[in-house]
């Protein structure tokens, strides 16, 4: 990266980089100045808010970007150590645009920052984040303003107030007693988790019995990636489970905006099974306050299971579906006031919480239902697990655009519908004796990679598609 491009750092939907070489402490306070100029400014805000996770890097990452907003006569709320939801949290009650200083699961020698507008509104490439870099790139061509800062600072704890705002929406008080076992892989989770589900943050006890994993906060990441997504990443979790015989198993990411959850056997429960019960439940709630079914909506992306419409469909209520992202699913929810938004990723997102992603709210509406009746969470979500899937699987490939039409050419003869939402979607929608089968594929905005997800109503036919595809991908 030179000085005059940040083009490998700001990415679509955040910053992202290697410290110090493509972020530091000036490229950080040349972001403050634009994020201040582009967002806060516009607003009307009389400044930001800004957090940091447990990177080693934050607080100095954190401090050049607050001078740069001062800089323009802006105030700094500065809540420190923070997960991504939190955040959300503090930008939500208190009305302003934030900054969230984190690299999510990334090694340790990244860091990043993840932007909102007031009301934890997003900033993505189309609105502002582009922005933001062309005017940074400026700043730093031409030189960041070094004067004095006269934008007023200020530090203000919110762990507190975010556990209780939680607590609020889904009340854990009169469950069943649970054993669970969470792994926060030495990222926010072990921060939060014990405020939220816990007594740290003054609360009273919940009916929980918690067995922590990995909860000391540490940006190397000694004892594994703080990426649940990968199965390996998970396996510490499983093993706990089961030696604490314990009903359910959480784990959380390096900011704890995602959760995954695993049952009382040690087995993964997908997250589109996590997206449908959640869906029941929200749509639910939204009825019993008087809604209609009919006008209540759930926001899904193109590479969630087939049930998840379907289960939404159940409920009477409305599937809208979008593509992958955050600020897909937020701009989504936000046009048809959804109440509940989910990814195959495990982001979980509520209207209740400003339409932004919390993986902690999400956990608290599984253990609800499974507090709530007897069963074990493998019977509850029996039914939830309907079509086997291959899970989302990489190919590098040195043309995507010529792969992807090759798989077109082959299912011209299947019998499918053509969707290019997002990537390439097909749908054979099958009969008797001619199983339903579905598979997405999307080029990768950042890699030379395609993202293949295919599902079918039984285990050969989606692997027959499966293998099928990797074969034309792969040639």
């Not at 201040?36 to 890097?57: E, F, I, K, T």
């Not at 995954?260 to 439940?281: H, K, M, N, Q, Y």
């Not at 979500?381 to 043309?399: F, H």
């Amino acid at each position: 990266m030179t000085a005059r491009s940040l083009a490998d750092v700001v990415k679509a939907y955040d910053v992202r980089g290697t410290v110090p070489d493509q972020l530091d402490a000036e490229v950080a306070r040349a972001l403050g100045v634009a994020f201040a100029d582009v967002v806060v400014r516009p607003d009307g805000a009389p400044g930001c808010v800004l957090g940091h996770d447990m990177r080693d890097s934050g607080p100095g990452l954190v401090e050049a970007f607050a001078d740069g907003v001062r800089s323009r006569g802006l105030d700094v709320t500065l809540i420190g150590l923070c997960s991504t939801d939190g955040l959300y949290y503090a930008s939500g009650s208190l009305d302003l645009p934030g900054a969230m200083f984190t690299a999510s699961h990334n090694p340790a020698r990244y860091n990043g920052i993840k932007l909102c507008r007031s009301g934890a509104r997003p900033v993505g490439q189309d609105s502002g984040l582009a922005d933001i870099r062309s005017l940074a790139e400026q700043l730093l061509a031409d030189g960041v303003p070094s004067g004095e800062p006269t934008g007023a600072f200020a530090e203000r704890d919110v762990l507190a107030d975010y556990a209780g705002f939680l607590r609020g929406l889904v009340d854990l008080s009169g469950i069943r007693p649970l054993k669970v076992v969470v792994d926060a892989g030495n990222g926010m989770g072990g921060f939060t988790v014990p405020a939220v589900l816990g007594t740290g943050a003054g609360l009273p006890a919940l009916p929980l019995t918690v067995e922590p994993l990995y909860f000391e906060l540490d940006g190397t990441f000694p004892n594994h990636e703080a990426n649940p997504l990968e199965p390996e990443n998970l396996r510490d979790l499983q093993a706990a489970v089961t030696a604490h015989g314990a009903d359910i198993g959480l784990a959380f990411d390096g900011d704890a905006d995602r959760c995954f959850v695993v049952d009382e056997r040690g087995e993964p429960v997908s997250p589109s099974a996590i997206t449908a019960l959640i869906a029941r439940r929200e749509v639910a709630r939204a009825v019993a306050d008087g809604a209609d079914p009919a006008d209540v909506a759930v926001v899904h992306n193109v590479i969630t299971s087939a049930q998840v419409p379907e289960v939404i469909a159940e409920t009477g209520a409305r599937a809208v579906r979008t593509r992958v992202g955050h600020s897909f699913i937020k701009g989504e929810m936000a046009r048809h006031g959804a109440v509940f938004g989910g990814e195959h990723s495990a982001h979980y997102y509520f209207r209740d919480f400003w339409f932004a992603d919390t993986g902690m709210l999400a956990a608290m509406h599984v253990l609800a239902a499974l507090g709530e009746q007897e069963a074990p969470l493998s019977g509850l979500m029996a039914d939830l697990s309907r079509y086997p899937a291959s899970g989302e699987v990489n190919s590098t490939v040195a043309d995507a655009a010529a792969a992807t039409e090759a798989v077109l050419a082959w299912a011209e003869g299947e019998g499918v519908t053509v969707d290019r939402l997002d990537g390439l979607t097909l749908v054979h929608a099958g009969g008797d004796d001619d199983p339903m089968w579905w598979l997405n594929l999307r080029a990768s905005n950042t890699e030379p990679l395609l993202r293949l997800n295919v599902e079918a109503a039984d285990s050969v036919t989606m692997a027959r598609v499966r293998d099928t595809v990797l074969g034309i991908v792969r040639g």
